[in-house]
């Protein structure tokens, strides 16, 4: 039995949600205030998350000099991937849960802090077994931030607005993508492999504090009505408790089409971002910053991507989801075409497909991954509509990483002692879970409708 005094008990009062203060009674200070902590509240999700990203895709960047400098094989590296992945998958299921219980503005720094630590650890490991621990740990941590993230969104944004700021925040991935291909990819180029880890956990220990200052709790710790009241709308239904609500999505069939569609597109977008710089030196003969440049591309249009799909569904498709991302989904598909079957070795095809595909990809993300089952589950329980779909999501995602490492490997070849890749057999593979998951996606056409 845990002890009212007990270090759990303590670090479990440390991340519960704060007491609601005395109602603020002046309409024109609650106006100011809410707009004011609204406009520091998504500025500072979207710019955390979007750091957080680089200690996540660190190992993408050097995959390269970790083979040829035996430090480890492809396969290896394919374990390592995938234990983050599922790492991150399992950690944002639980979190997920966590999080519709939790104070954001303590909980996601946490997981950050923690995170940056342990990627300072992993620019000083060369053992596998080590790096397969630390990477899988890493994952759960970093499983802090998006649920979080979506519960402070509902809980600050109003329904008819959430689809455009979720666009918003979800720009974050391409921040952080970005970040990582052109910053560390430079970074490593000037340097040493070590240097993917330990930069990005040195200015995420920085970040950490800043999301501390920047982010707040739920409005009534304020002192503000809940967003619904404030904006004039009907308040969300809770007619639940929040554990009988959060268990009931379980339930659902399009939660789970939503999740295996979802997951199908993880294979694609990590097929991409963690074995992306590989297939372009190797296949192309990029130099490795003119690669991280090429999948940076289509981190800067992705961000435009989330943005422009969050609204175009917002203000055009009355938040119906299923049209725009059929179009989306055709387009994506459209520019992997371009990447694996263009003209060989030309920059700006590649450059081409690749600003296609990050555009359309990003919006994918979005609402495959959490916007749509927000969408049509209980406000009080996104944050573990947001974990079932990262289980999904993450589980497809670690999936392709052994997959595809075992592919890459059992295609490598040597010729007069130089290392040769066959990427045929993954190429394949990453198009056609494309394909399905735009088929699964477009099934639910009458859901959107329904959830209207």
Not at 50 to 68: E, H
Not at 247 to 258: E, F, Q, R, T
């Amino acid at each position: 039995m845990i002890q009212p005094s007990s270090p759990i008990r303590r670090l479990l009062g440390f991340f519960a949600r704060g007491q609601a203060a005395p109602r603020i009674q002046d309409p024109a200070k609650v106006d100011r205030l809410y707009r004011r902590t609204r406009l520091s509240v998504i500025i500072t999700l979207t710019l955390g998350y979007g750091f957080a990203y680089t200690c996540r895709l660190g190992l993408s960047v050097v995959k390269k000099p970790l083979i040829d400098g035996g430090v480890f094989s492809a396969e290896q590296l394919g374990w390592i991937g995938a234990a983050y992945l599922w790492g991150y998958g399992a950690g944002k299921v639980f979190n997920g849960f966590l999080a519709d219980r939790v104070n954001v503005r303590r909980f996601i720094p946490a997981g950050l802090a923690v995170s940056a630590c342990l990627n300072l650890i992993m620019g000083l490991n060369t053992l596998v077994f080590v790096a397969v621990v630390l990477w899988g740990v890493n994952g759960w941590f970093q499983g802090f931030g998006a649920p979080a993230s979506v519960v402070s969104i509902t809980q600050w944004f109003s329904g008819k607005k959430r689809g455009t700021m979720y666009g918003l925040w979800s720009s974050a991935h391409s921040i952080g993508e970005g970040l990582t291909y052109f910053g560390t990819s430079t970074l490593v180029a000037i340097s040493i492999w070590n240097a993917a880890f330990i930069g990005p956990g040195i200015t995420c220990l920085l970040v950490a504090v800043g999301v501390y200052l920047g982010l707040r709790d739920r409005p009534e710790t304020l002192g503000l009505p809940p967003v619904a009241e404030w904006s004039g709308q009907p308040p969300e239904p809770m007619s639940r408790s929040t554990i009988s609500a959060q268990l009931s999505i379980l339930k659902m069939p399009a939660i789970w089409v939503i999740g295996i569609s979802s997951s199908l597109m993880y294979v694609t977008r990590y097929a991409i971002n963690n074995w992306g710089i590989l297939y372009l030196q190797e296949v192309h003969k990029f130099t490795l910053i003119e690669a991280g440049t090429l999948i940076g591309l289509n981190t800067v249009t992705g961000a435009m991507g989330c943005i422009a799909y969050g609204y175009l569904s917002d203000r055009f498709f009355d938040a119906r989801r299923p049209p725009l991302t059929l179009i989306f989904g055709l387009v994506e598909i459209a520019a992997l075409f371009i990447i694996f079957f263009g003209p060989a070795r030309s920059f700006y095809a590649m450059a081409l497909g690749f600003v296609l595909y990050g555009f359309t990809l990003s919006g994918l993300l979005a609402v495959l991954g959490g916007l749509f089952a927000v969408d049509i589950t209980p406000k009080h329980v996104t944050g573990a509509a947001m974990g079932m779909i990262g289980v999904f999501s993450y589980l497809g995602a670690g999936i392709q990483e052994l997959v595809s490492g075992y592919l890459v490997g059992s295609g490598t070849t040597f010729t007069g002692g130089i290392r040769h890749y066959d990427f045929s057999l993954p190429v394949v593979f990453w198009i056609g879970s494309s394909v399905l998951s735009m088929l699964l996606a477009a099934s639910l056409w009458n859901v959107g409708r329904a959830a209207r």
